[in-house]
Nanobody
Framework: QVQLVESGGGLVQAGGSLRLSCPASGPTFSSYAMAWSRQAPGKEREFVAAISICWSGGGTSYADSVKGRFTISGDNAKSTVCLLMNSLKPEDTADYYC????????????????WGQGTQVTVSS
């Protein structure tokens, strides 16, 4: 069973930055995808970013709402995915979840079988 544990959330002022981290433990795959999603109070969980992790490096995908501000990165040796969030806005306030899947990178959260417990991000105006 793959286990994911997010860290790095917190309170930040608008315009600030945070870096989320999510190491994976348990069975590993030679090629897999990891993603970040978020869920704001009263809203559905939404896709934020994803990365393909394999020996030859991987591509990335971003939601339009975060493109140019957030950067997802992966370390295959450490089985870790990070999300650097710059120019944060109050509307970025949400619980952020890490996910993993042995298949290809996807924007559909239903394609991810392994999930962390989430880390809270609050952006004050």
């Amino acid at each position: 069973q793959v286990q994911l544990v997010e860290s790095g959330g917190g309170l930040v002022q608008a315009g600030g930055s945070l870096r989320l981290s999510c190491p994976a433990s348990g069975p590993t795959f030679s090629s897999y995808a990891m993603a970040w999603s978020r869920q704001a109070p009263g809203k559905e969980r939404e896709f934020v970013a994803a990365i393909s992790i394999c020996w030859s490096g991987g591509g990335t995908s971003y939601a339009d709402s975060v493109k140019g501000r957030f950067t997802i990165s992966g370390d295959n040796a450490k089985s870790t995915v990070c999300l650097l969030m710059n120019s944060l806005k109050p509307e970025d306030t949400a619980d952020y979840y890490c996910a993993a899947e042995s298949g290809p990178r996807s924007r559909s959260l239903q394609d991810y079988n392994y999930w962390g417990q989430g880390t809270q991000v609050t952006v004050s105006s």
